[in-house]
C-alpha cells in the first residue's frame, strides 16, 4: 500500500533560520514522484518542489530544497532562511501508480515568528 | 495564463440535497483530478480524468460521480449529502495523468469549501 507519513504536527521557527520538514513513504513501486506542497489560510495548493525516484541528485527550488534518501524511503523538505511568509501548512505528497493521483501526507503546520 | 479555476468558493447545502462543483483547468491541460479535505487533514483522492475518461477512483462512495468534458472542464457531484461531506473539495489539472513519468506537477485551484448543515 501506498502512504505517506508526516510525523511533525507543528514546528516553530524563527525568521531567517532553517528548517527541515521530515517526510516518509512507503511503496513497492520503483517508479514514482515525490512532490512538497505548501498551503496558506487561503486554501489554495502551492507546488514546492518535486523529486523523482530516479533523480540522482537531490532537488532544489530557491530556498526550498529536497533531502532525498532512497534507502530510509525519507523526502523531507529544507527551507532556509525562513521568512513569516512562509507561516503555513506543509504537504509531503507522493504518487507511485497512474490513476491514483497523488497520495497526502497529514501535513507539517510550520510558524515563522520574528 | 490563467490558472486552474474552481465555482463556487463557498456553498452551504443541507442534509440530503445534491451539490455540484465546477472546475476549470489550465489550457493545455488534459488532466483533472479532485480532492476532498477535511478540516485538519491532508486532501484525499476522490477522482482523475484524463481526456475525458476516468483513469482513477479513490475509496469514496457511489454518492460521489464526476465528469469531464471535452473542452477537459470537469464537474464533481455529491448526492445525498451529509454532515460528514463538509471539507474543502480541490482540483487539481495536468499535462499528464501520471506526473511521475513526465517529472512535471499537478496545478492546484483555489477550491471550492462545502458546508452541510
Known amino acids: 500500500a501506498q502512504k505517506i507519513t508526516q510525523t511533525q504536527p507543528g514546528m516553530f521557527v524563527q525568521e531567517k533560520e532553517a528548517v527541515t520538514l521530515d517526510c516518509t513513504y512507503d511503496t513497492s513501486d520503483q517508479s514514482y514522484g515525490l512532490f512538497w506542497y505548501k498551503q496558506p489560510s487561503s486554501g489554495e495548493m502551492i507546488f514546492l518542489i518535486y523529486?523523482?525516484?530516479?533523480?540522482?541528485q537531490n532537488a532544489t527550488e530557491g530556498r526550498y530544497s529536497l533531502n532525498f534518501q532512497k534507502a530510509r524511503k525519507s523526502a523531507n523538505l529544507v527551507i532556509s532562511a525562513s521568512q513569516l511568509g512562509d507561516s503555513a501548512m506543509y504537504f509531503c505528497?507522493?504518487?507511485?501508480?497512474?490513476?491514483?493521483?497523488?497520495?497526502f501526507g497529514k501535513g507539517t503546520t510550520l510558524s515563522v515568528s520574528s | 495564463d490563467a490558472g486552474v479555476t474552481q465555482s463556487p468558493t463557498h456553498l452551504i447545502k443541507t442534509r440530503g440535497q445534491q451539490v455540484t462543483l465546477r472546475c476549470s483547468p489550465i489550457s493545455g491541460h488534459k488532466s483533472v483530478s479532485w480532492y476532498q479535505q477535511v478540516l485538519g487533514q491532508g486532501p484525499q483522492f476522490i477522482f482523475q480524468?484524463?481526456?475525458?475518461?476516468?483513469?482513477g477512483r479513490g475509496n469514496f462512495p457511489d454518492r460521489f460521480s464526476a465528469r469531464q468534458f471535452p473542452n477537459y472542464s470537469s464537474e464533481l457531484n455529491v448526492n445525498a449529502l451529509l454532515l460528514g461531506d463538509s471539507a474543502l473539495y480541490l482540483c487539481?489539472?495536468?499535462?499528464?495523468?501520471?506526473?511521475?513519468?513526465?517529472?512535471?506537477?499537478?496545478?492546484f485551484g483555489q477550491g471550492t469549501r462545502l458546508t452541510v448543515v
Open positions: 523529486q523523482g525516484s530516479y533523480d540522482e
Open positions: 480524468y484524463y481526456e475525458k475518461e476516468e483513469r
Open positions: 505528497a507522493m504518487e507511485a501508480q497512474a490513476g491514483t493521483a497523488l497520495i
Open positions: 487539481a489539472s495536468s499535462l499528464v495523468f501520471f506526473l511521475a513519468r513526465m517529472n512535471t506537477e499537478a496545478f
